[in-house]
């Protein structure tokens, strides 16, 4: 016979804390993806295109701006997180809680400061995500060519960037919503 575990309803705490971890690890991983891309800027002059379709300088520096945009809208989005994360630790003093027994999760917290805060960092990831999707648009126009001259490779390399992650973005915003509402 297979022991089965007693089904045990998580509080509302440690939901929030779920979601911040999960915020503050995807941003860490973009914030790390974004560094290195900034640290590996490519050579404009090396593109696989040349002539009138190749890109301009205006489009360099638009990949560097929305690169450096990206990553200070994550790493605002994960201070923020971090700074909720740690207000729920130090709320009503930890050894007060610790000497009765009770864990971290069962802490009484203002849920409208902490909803809020969870949807202030919320905003600060899909503006990072908007910012990234820019700065990959502007990296392809780079090594495949503008826009404007139609090309088949630059237009499949964009077309699932510019559906997926707004369709994405979409559903993250409607779950944030829904959360902020309960």
Known sequence: MANVMPHRKLSTTTIHIMALDGIIHVNSLFTLGLFLGLTLYPD??????SGSCSAGLAIAENLVSCHVYSFSSFLFSSLIASALKQAIKIANG???YEERGLSMTNLRVNLMVLRFG???S????VFGCGFLTMALVNMVQIKLGVL???SFHTLA???PLVTLVP????????LVLY????
């Open 44 to 49: 404009p002059a090396a593109t696989l295109v």
């Open 94 to 96: 930890n050894r007060e």
């Open 118 to 120: 969870i949807l202030v």
């Open 122 to 125: 919320a905003v600060g990831s």
């Open 148 to 150: 404007g001259c139609k």
């Open 157 to 159: 390399a964009i077309s």
């Open 167 to 174: 369709l994405a973005l979409a559903i993250y915003v409607g």
């Open 179 to 182: 959360a902020f509402s309960r």
